[in-house]
């Protein structure tokens, strides 16, 4: 790991309160950034923002993404030198039920921060975290490469698609100068420790557990793109990291996905997570209607790997047992999950040594 590069380098980030903004900030913290984030506060309870004390050791501020002139003033009274764009309304299933809140999130939310990166002097290096589901998916059976059409049928997906085209023309319209460099990161199927979502798969089936019922999988032959929560975290540091030494040259979109033979379907995945937990997991498959989710998603990371040199280093497997690992840790109220979360990015840290992957 370059801490060299990261130590005292001034950064913000929307979204700090959610699964993967609270990872970063521990992340960057840990590597001794000087961390400054803006989001809305904690939406589940308890959260990895709380069990974590994430905010122990930053700056955090509360407040919305879709008031520009909060986002403007927050990213500005931190003086960063390094910003991540993570706040979004992220469940597909919600942006049915609201899909104007889901619009303004996580299209408008994404101009603001755009626009306030605009006129933020000290901002050298801007990272937008999208999704695998910004693709047109055309339920194809090869892994979507960034250059593929943007779309998506469900307003969840289709505001990830035109939050890609925003940071776009952002891109070509304000930042040709080399003044800010712009790429944005669309990872797979996140799992790990301390999401507690509803309607995500691991969360659901860690609760099911804890209550002692089964889980009720609404889209068992499902087929999605599975990585631990630091594989596409490792990507974005990486990539803000060469935006800051290479400028243009890397600004653009980037996947960041699973190796090929860690695409599975829900199913297989419920098969491999229960026993880290216990024989106390169960599921049934549940036959009621639900609004249409994509059933095959696959994500080619040839880009990042053969440009970027990102790969993952966690298989499917070895990410299940860290992620059920976490949860029966906190599960146990015997457990400093802070200390427990840094010991998870030490050992990656350790991983990424091993197979020559470095931040």
Request: glycine share 8%; net charge neutral.
């Amino acid at each position: 790991m370059n801490r060299t590069f990261w130590k005292e380098k001034k950064v913000f980030l929307t979204g700090h309160t959610g699964f993967k903004g609270g990872w970063l900030s521990l992340w960057l913290r840990h590597l001794g950034a000087a961390v400054s984030g803006y989001a809305l506060k904690p939406e589940t309870s308890p959260s990895f923002f709380s069990v974590a004390r994430v905010d122990g050791d930053m700056t955090s501020k509360f407040g919305d993404v879709r008031d520009i002139e909060r986002v403007q003033a927050m990213m500005s009274g931190a003086s960063p030198e390094i910003v991540f764009h993570l706040a979004a309304q992220p469940l597909v299933r919600d942006s049915y039920a609201d899909p104007v809140g889901t619009y303004a999130t996580n299209v408008m939310g994404t101009v603001h921060f755009l626009e306030a990166a605009r006129k933020t002097p000290s901002v050298r290096v801007a990272v937008v975290i999208t999704s695998d589901k910004c693709y047109d998916n055309r339920e194809w059976d090869r892994g979507y490469r960034e250059d593929d059409p943007m779309g998506g049928s469900d307003p969840y997906s289709s505001s990830k698609g035109c939050a890609e085209l925003a940071a776009a023309a952002y891109r070509k319209s304000f930042f040709a100068d080399d003044r800010v460099s712009v790429a944005t990161g669309r990872a797979g199927n996140v799992i790990g420790g301390g999401d507690w979502a509803r309607d995500r798969l691991i969360p659901d089936l860690v609760r099911a557990c804890v209550a002692g019922q089964p889980l009720h999988l609404r889209y068992p032959h499902a087929v999605r793109p599975w990585q631990h929560v630091l594989e596409p975290l490792h990507g974005y540091l990486l990539l803000a990291r060469r935006l800051w030494e290479g400028g243009k040259k890397w600004a653009e979109s980037w996947n960041f996905g699973p190796a090929e033979k860690d695409h599975w379907t829900v199913l297989d995945v419920v098969k491999k997570a229960a026993p880290f937990w216990g024989p106390e997991a169960a599921w049934t498959v549940d036959d009621a209607n639900h609004p249409h989710e994509a059933h095959f998603l696959k994500l080619d990371c040839a880009k990042a790997r053969s440009r970027l040199g990102w790969a993952p280093a966690l298989d499917l497997n070895t990410a299940l047992e860290w992620t059920m690992a976490w949860y029966r840790a906190q599960a146990s109220g015997k457990t400093d999950m802070r200390e427990f979360s840094l010991k998870q990015i030490q050992d990656y840290e350790q991983r990424l040594g091993a197979c020559s992957s470095a931040v």
